[in-house]
């Protein structure tokens, strides 16, 4: 009886663990990722053009003597490109080993998200498939949702090493 009692205290405890991310909107949608893949969160800096890159590269800016390709999440996601405005911020993450730079429309704030608030397979993620391999899961938070992005496959690792040039 006692093991049973335990079981049901740890899976309370899993469920109520809480992840954090920040949450941030494009266009209409609001989107999260894991807190501990942003390194930063910048405004819109002064972004060098790069020739012949694909159309959601922005080019690269220069951070503390770092050099940053820049990526437009609304090209990549295929919604309409805007010109940045004093909400513009740039997320600096890791993906795939690197360090890039994701233009968001608006940063929101830190979410804590308990386990039982994740939705890993959304259904409605089945209609658009276009956006459902960049996406982890969804998470409903008081009445918002928000959804949650795998960064890892927001660029493949050949478009990585594109980025480098490589």
């Known amino acids: ?10 899976a309370e405890k899993a469920a109520e663990q809480a992840h954090q991310f920040v949450a941030f909107r494009l266009g209409q949608e609001d989107y999260a ?19 012949r890159k694909p159309a959601y590269v922005l080019g690269v800016i220069n951070l503390r003597g770092e050099i940053i390709p820049i990526i437009d999440l609304r090209t990549k996601f295929g919604l309409k490109a805007i010109l ?6 740039i997320l600096v993450t890791q993906i795939n080993g690197r360090l890039v730079g994701l233009v968001v429309d608006l940063v929101h704030e830190v979410l804590d998200v308990a386990e039982n608030q ?15 391999r960049y996406v982890k899961g969804m998470a409903k938070v008081e009445k918002h949702i928000y959804v949650i992005l795998d960064l890892q496959r927001v660029l493949t690792k050949e478009e990585s090493n594109d ?3 490589n």
């Open 118 to 132: 994740i939705d890993l397979e959304p259904e409605i993620l089945h209609a658009d498939r276009r956006l459902a």
């Open 84 to 89: 940045a405005t004093r909400t513009t911020r």
């Open 1 to 10: 009886m006692r093991d049973s009692f335990q079981s049901n205290s740890e």
């Open 33 to 51: 990722v894991p807190i501990l893949q942003v390194q930063e969160i910048i405004r819109s800096e002064n972004i060098t053009w790069l020739p």
């Open 163 to 165: 980025l480098s040039g």
